[in-house]
T-cell receptor, first 112, second 112 residues
Framework: GQQLNQSPQSMFIQEGEDVSMNCTSS?????WLWYKQDPGEGPVLLIA?????ELTSNGRLTAQFGITRKDSFLNISASIPSDVGIYFC????????????FGTGTQLKVEL | DAMVIQNPRYQVTQFGKPVTLSCSQT?????MYWYQQKSSQAPKLLFH???????NEADTPDNFQSRRPNTSFCFLDIRSPGLGDAAMYLC???????????FGPGTRLTVL
């Protein structure tokens, strides 16, 4: 099935650094979602974006819904060890049968 | 807290021996989904129920079946598990098709 282009594929950063990852698509989405998945657990919703241009924060996390509706980014400020995990973007569109289209994931590793 | 619950968290079965995974939700959502996830890949949708209406993905093997006896519960039945069916199985819910999806913690299936 279709997947979103998510980058970077992996990141290895120092504690305290800011992190940025993004997703791009050739298709338009009505909703962008960002999930974090820890090993052996299910994805946990971090941020949901419902409107083109929307910028939303959740603690140290900030995400934006691209104005073209074909992209989104997630920023994490002042990373801490518990930020380690895999981050997935996901898009929803009526054209996609109301199904989630996932990004390929960004593996984040934090060095103390 | 309203949530999505999956039992068991870990399931071991033998090659060819039927197995059932269960999911329950206290969110009172109308849609329940089953995903299969293999290591470090994005979740792959198997099927979903919108109320009592079952929607199978075209590429979901016949070996996989599902039941939704009521709003709160949904089951994934694997009739004859093969080694290739070893994976994390994720249940998710949404209020309506196309709405934000919330995932359970997953069941890790091992096939011996």
């Amino acid at each position: 099935g279709q997947q979103l282009n998510q980058s970077p594929q992996s990141m290895f950063i120092q504690e305290g650094e800011d992190v940025s990852m993004n997703c791009t698509s050739s298709s338009i989405f009505n909703t962008w979602l960002w999930y974090k998945q820890d090993p052996g657990e299910g994805p946990v919703l971090l941020i949901a974006l419902y409107k083109a241009g929307e910028l939303t924060s959740n603690g140290r996390l900030t995400a934006q819904f691209g104005i073209t509706r074909k992209d989104s980014f997630l920023n994490i400020s002042a990373s801490i060890p518990s930020d380690v995990g895999i981050y997935f973007c996901a898009g929803l569109s009526t054209g996609g049968g109301n199904k989630l289209t996932f990004g390929t994931g960004t593996q984040l590793k934090v060095e103390l | 807290d309203a949530m999505v619950i999956q039992n068991p968290r870990y399931q071991v079965t033998q090659f060819g021996k039927p197995v059932t995974l269960s999911c329950s939700q206290t969110l009172n959502h109308n849609v329940m989904y089953w995903y299969q996830q293999k290591s470090s890949q994005a979740p792959k949708l198997l099927f979903h129920y919108y109320d009592k209406d079952f929607n199978n993905e075209a590429d979901t093997p016949d070996n996989f079946q599902s039941r939704r006896p009521n709003t709160s519960f949904c089951f994934l039945d694997i009739r004859s598990p093969g080694l290739g069916d070893a994976a994390m199985y994720l249940c998710a819910t949404s209020r309506a098709p196309g709405d934000t999806q919330y995932f359970g913690p997953g069941t890790r299936l091992t096939v011996l």
